[in-house]
């Protein structure tokens, strides 16, 4: 995977690499991915990514639950001083902050209830589209691909899961990791149609240049080991 630039430099700020523990925003609902336990333990994979990258920089880590609303803002306001959390690199997030990585590619499927039709992501129209507040996954949807899908707003994943198994709505379409987490053993299935290429970043506060390269660097020897 191509790493990304780092940008330009923020002045006069500090960095992660002065730091003894690091604050990494994780995700608290996501099997597989970022799930915290009820002794108050986080695992998944986006936890491990971020153990390994901590252990390279020679800091200790502290996780928080960072749901896709406040990512942002977590950031931006310094109660977090990394995301690792299904975090899409894109264009307009990027004049917020600043991305390394990506340590992954995933790809936007479509989960259903199990004996629904439903086979492409074109088959949403008229349909009720899970939308979960700061994610990008619905606008890949209805504004990409120019679907009339109903949307339903709500909080996350995992809510929206929750309704999808209810009846409150017909599908979930966002990244294939996300989904096969919350599909595993269920009345749920994924369409198996992707249709982008999602590449997963760790943000960091915008113009954090050194601690950027610090991560690339990581993620780099994270796929050499």
Not at 114 to 120: I, L, M, N
Request: proline share 4%; aromatic share 6%; hydrophobic share 35%.
């Amino acid at each position: 995977v191509l790493l990304a630039a780092c940008g330009i430099p923020a002045a006069g700020s500090s960095s992660i690499l002065d730091k003894a523990t690091l604050v990494v925003g994780v995700k608290p609902d996501q099997p597989g991915l970022g799930l915290r336990g009820a002794d108050g333990t986080y695992q998944g994979f986006d936890v491990d990514v971020a153990k390994y990258i901590a252990r390279k920089l020679g800091a200790g880590v502290t996780f928080r639950s960072t749901p896709s609303s406040v990512r942002d803002k977590a950031l931006q306001e310094g109660t977090v001083d990394l995301v690792v959390a299904t975090y899409s690199i894109t264009q307009e997030r990027k004049t917020k902050i600043t991305f390394a990585g990506p340590y992954y590619v995933a790809h936007q499927d479509t989960a259903v209830r199990a004996g629904d039709p439903v086979t492409d992501v074109r088959d949403l129209a008229g349909r009720r589209l899970c939308q979960v507040t700061g994610s990008n996954s619905w606008r890949r949807v209805v504004e990409e691909k120019k679907i009339a899908a109903d949307l339903v707003p709500s909080d996350s994943y995992s809510d929206c899961f929750t309704k999808l198994t209810a009846g409150a709505v017909d599908a979930v379409s966002t990244d294939d990791l996300i989904l096969a987490g919350f599909t595993q053993g269920g009345p749920l299935k994924i369409v198996n149609a992707p249709f982008t290429d999602e590449k997963y970043g760790i943000g960091l506060r915008k113009g954090e240049l050194d601690g950027c390269e610090a991560v690339n660097r990581a993620i780099t020897e994270m796929y050499q080991d």
